[in-house]
C-alpha cells in the first residue's frame, strides 16, 4: 500500500520504486507499522499543517497516557524537554505542550532539533542534569520523529533508505527528584555516556539532511554511515566499560588495548568486553536490521538478547528516538524486568553520535498490572516473520 502511495505521486523513476520495494523485503519491518494519514492519500500530502498534525497527535497522546500512568497532574510538571529530528516549528514544540497543557509560567522548557535517533538520550541526560539543580520537581521528556517531514520524493538512492525505515511513534518519560517517588518508580538512572564524532568529516556526513541534484531535500546516509557507528561504539563502550564492568573484564579489555598498541593492530585481534556480565537486559537502537545485525555480532549477545529491538522494529519500524522505550516496553510486557536488572539503551545518531542510557530497575515489573503498547499483542511475540 506505501508503495502504491509513492507510484501515485508520479515523481518516482521506476528503477527508484524497485529499489524501495527491495529495502522494504529486506528491512525487517513487519505490515502493522504505522504511518501518518496523509502519507498514505493518493497521492500523499506533504506539508507543514500535516507535519504538525501529525507531531501533535503522537505527543499529546504519549503526554496523556504518562500522566494517567503516573497520576501526576500536568501543572505538578517543572521541565519540558521535546525532541524531534526533523520538523522544528514556530512556536517550538514543546511550546506546543506548554500551550495545549496550560502549563505554568516559569516552567523550564528545551526543544532539541537536527540530534538524529540518539536524541532521546541526549534529552533524558539534559532532564538528569536539570533535575540536579531543580530540587523536588518533576521533568517531562517527549521523543519522536517526523514522517510527514523527512518524507523524500526524489530519486537518490542514498536519501530513499529513509522513506522505507521509519516510521510514526513517540515516547514520553517523567523523571523525578521527589525523594517521596522512589517508592513508586519503575527505574532509576545510573549513568549516561554521550560519545560525538562529529570532529571527523566522513562521521559528520555520514547522515545528512541536504538537497539533491533537483533540489528536492531529503536525508542522505553515506556508505561510510556502519563504520562511522563502529566508532563511535567503540568509543562510547570505552567509557561506559569503566562504569560498568566487572574489574577482570576492564583489565581484559586493558591488556588488550595496551598489546594492540604495542604491535600491530592486525597482528592481535580487539577484545570487546562482555557486557552481558553487566546488563540482563539490551536496548538497541531499531536503525535498521544491518545495524541490529552487527550490534548482534560486535557485542556477543544472544538471540534473547536480540528480541526486543529485532520485534520492536518489525512490529513498529524504526521510530527513532523513541525506539529505545518501544524495547523496553517489550521487555516489561514479556515480564523480563525484574528488580535490581540493569537495562542498557544504546542510540546512534547523526553528528555522528553513540549514546548510552544505564537504569535499574527499582520494582520487578508485573506485565499483568502495567500495561502498555504491547500488552494485547504480546502472545504474538516473538515471531519468525522477521526478515533475512
Known amino acids: 500500500m506505501f508503495l502504491e502511495c509513492l507510484k501515485s505521486t508520479g515523481r ?14 529486506r528491512s525487517g519491518l513487519g505490515q502493522r507499522t504505522h504511518m501518518p494519514e496523509a502519507t498514505m492519500e493518493f497521492p500523499p500530502k506533504i506539508c507543514l499543517a500535516e507535519a504538525v498534525k501529525e507531531t501533535e497527535c503522537v505527543i499529546i497522546g504519549a503526554i496523556d497516557e504518562v500522566l494517567m500512568k503516573t497520576k501526576v497532574k500536568a501543572e505538578e510538571i517543572g521541565i519540558v524537554i521535546t525532541n524531534c529530528s526533523l520538523l522544528n516549528t514556530t512556536p517550538s514544540l514543546s511550546a506546543m505542550v506548554v500551550n495545549h497543557y496550560r502549563l505554568k509560567h516559569d516552567i523550564v522548557t528545551y526543544n532539541l532539533s537536527g540530534m538524529g535517533c540518539s536524541a532521546g538520550l541526549v534529552a533524558i541526560d539534559l532532564a ?4 540536579q539543580v531543580h530540587p523536588n520537581s518533576y521533568a517531562l521528556v517527549i521523543s519522536t520523529e517526523n514522517i510527514n ?9 542514498s536519501m530513499l533508505l529513509s522513506n522505507c525505515l521509519f516510521r510514526m511513534g513517540g515516547a514520553a518519560i517523567l523523571l ?5 517517588d522512589s517508592n513508586r518508580s519503575k527505574y532509576y538512572l ?7 564524532q562529529g570532529s571527523q568529516e566522513y562521521s559528520y556526513n555520514s547522515v545528512m539532511q541536504k538537497e539533491d541534484d533537483d533540489n528536492i531535500i531529503g536525508v542522505a546516509l553515506s556508505k561510510d554511515i556502519m563504520s562511522s557507528a563502529g566508532q563511535a561504539l567503540k568509543a562510547n563502550i570505552s567509557t561506559l566499560g569503566i562504569y560498568v564492568l566487572p574489574l577482570m573484564e576492564q583489565l581484559k579489555f586493558l591488556l588488550n588495548l595496551i598489546a ?16 552481558k556480565l553487566a546488563f540482563e537486559h539490551f536496548c538497541i537502537h531499531t536503525g535498521g536490521k544491518a545495524v541490529q545485525d ?42 523480563r524486568v525484574k528488580k535490581g536488572n540493569r537495562i542498557w539503551q544504546i542510540a546512534f545518531g547523526s553528528g555522528f553520535k553513540c549514546n548510552s542510557a544505564v537504569w535499574c530497575a527499582l520494582k520487578t515489573v508485573d506485565p499483568k498490572i502495567e500495561n502498555n503498547l504491547w500488552t494485547n499483542e504480546i502472545h504474538e511475540f516473538p515471531t519468525d516473520h522477521v526478515a533475512n
Open 176 to 180: 523525578s527528584n521527589h525523594n517521596s
Open 260 to 275: 594492540r598498541k604495542s604491535f600491530k593492530k592486525k597482528v592481535i585481534k580487539s577484545y570487546t568486553p562482555n557486557f
Open 12 to 25: 518516482f523513476q521506476d528503477e527508484s520504486l524497485e529499489f524501495q520495494r527491495k529495502i522494504l523485503e
Open 190 to 196: 545510573k549513568h549516561i555516556v554521550r560519545t560525538h
Open 149 to 157: 517531514g523527512g518524507s523524500y520524493f526524489g530519486n537518490n538512492r
Open 294 to 335: 552487527e550490534m548482534h555480532k560486535v557485542l556477543g549477545l544472544s538471540d534473547w538478547h536480540m528480541e526486543p529491538s529485532r520485534m520492536s522494529l518489525y512490529r513498529y519500524g524504526n521510530t527513532s528516538s523513541s525506539s529505545v522505550w518501544y524495547e523496553l516496553a517489550y521487555c516489561e510486557a514479556k515480564g
Open 128 to 131: 538528569n542534569r536539570l533535575l
